[in-house]
């Protein structure tokens, strides 16, 4: 994985998107999408909340805090220090900023709570994206992408469809994730030159 791809640009890109939505979106009650995205799930899957139950799980901490650690492990293991940092610091920085910064700045409530960015979403999006960026480049970054990609497809059906949250949560979530973990890869790569010594010129 390296530092010098344009990580710091998505990550700028990302958060500046999430911020238009965050003001474009009403502080209660659905935007036309919202309402377009719940009439759909509600056609297709209203029915079975034991499949809508089971599409949320991924974002359950009793999954993903395993699967951070055992990536973080590996990375020790392979002696892939700044991974191993990545794999806490993203995911922890990008669920402390949304539940204490974003979502009071937004303000956005559904029903009795404050739902934009998704928290679930947050904290998914966040270990998918810090898996994405483990994986060496070629097959293995695109299963992990493909995989992730459908398992968000899945939560955000869920969210929708147990009533957790609106599809513009959703989409501030992930983007609001993949700032955060690219911006936090940025900052370590950044760091980790900085230590690194200065050859001599004798």
Known sequence: MSGRAPYG????????????????VPGEGPAGPDQLAAKWVERSFGGDPGLL?????????????????VAAVL????????????????PLVAILG??????????????????YPSGHTVALVAVLTVLVLLARPGVATAVISVVGAVVLAGVTIGMIGLGYHYLTDVVGGTLFAVATVCAAWSSLSWAERRRE??????
């Open 75 to 90: 990375c020790l293991i392979g002696r892939r220090r700044l991974e191993a940092a990545l794999t806490v610091v993203g």
């Open 197 to 202: 010594p200065v050859p001599s010129d004798g």
């Open 53 to 69: 139950r089971l599409l949320v799980l991924p974002t359950e901490a009793y999954v993903l805090i395993p699967v951070a650690a």
């Open 9 to 24: 640009l998505v990550a700028v890109t990302c958060a500046v998107i999430m911020v238009v939505l965050g003001t474009l």
């Open 98 to 115: 949304n539940t204490w910064v974003l979502k009071p700045l937004f303000g956005r409530w559904k029903t009795t709570y404050l739902a």
